[in-house]
């Protein structure tokens, strides 16, 4: 079971869950030390014990060894689990790390109408991450850049994200309704409390 989908999961995007992640990626994560120690046996129940404990987010580094973050994710596509616990874990205030990687999660294996929906909402989370980048070196970075990232980059934690369809067009065919930035309401307000000169 270490490097096998669980049995009853259905496809994604057409495809197994974990073949989202690109083959030599999901190679250089079954060699790594952390999936054959910390991954082998893990529920979806040990996996939250883990995701909490991250110590960063981040894709490959170095001699392009994975991070525990994007080891935990192809963990995650193995398990499949619900879309209630990935909401779950989207909307819970107190882990970060476990947030990001619910995130992460979802704009993986989501279909673009959720995506949008749910992700969008973690703009107003400005807590800090540490990320790992292809260096090796930790940075600062937010929640809400990442959310960001998620919603526009084509590429993250190195792993090529699936399409998803640009918001105005989900717009234009009345899936969404137009986003309005938590900004535009401080924005307008510093407006009205400027005196004018």
Known sequence: MANRTVSDARAIHGTNPQFLIEKITRSRIYDSLYWKKECFALTMETLLDKAVDLPCIGGTYGNQKPTEFLCLALKMLQLQPSKDIVLELL??????????????YLR???????????????????????ERSPTGDYFITHMDEFIDQLLREERVC?????????????????QLLPYHSPLENALSASDVSEPEE
Not at 91 to 104: N, V
Not at 164 to 172: M, P
């Open 91 to 104: 909307r819970d205030p107190d882990f970060k790390y476990l947030r990001a990687l619910a995130a992460f």
């Open 108 to 130: 993986l294996t989501g279909n673009t109408k959720e995506v949008y929906t749910e992700l969008e909402v973690l703009y107003k989370d400005y807590r800090k991450l540490r």
């Open 158 to 174: 190195s792993t090529t994200l699936p399409h998803l369809t640009k918001r105005h067009i989900l717009e234009e065919n009345d």
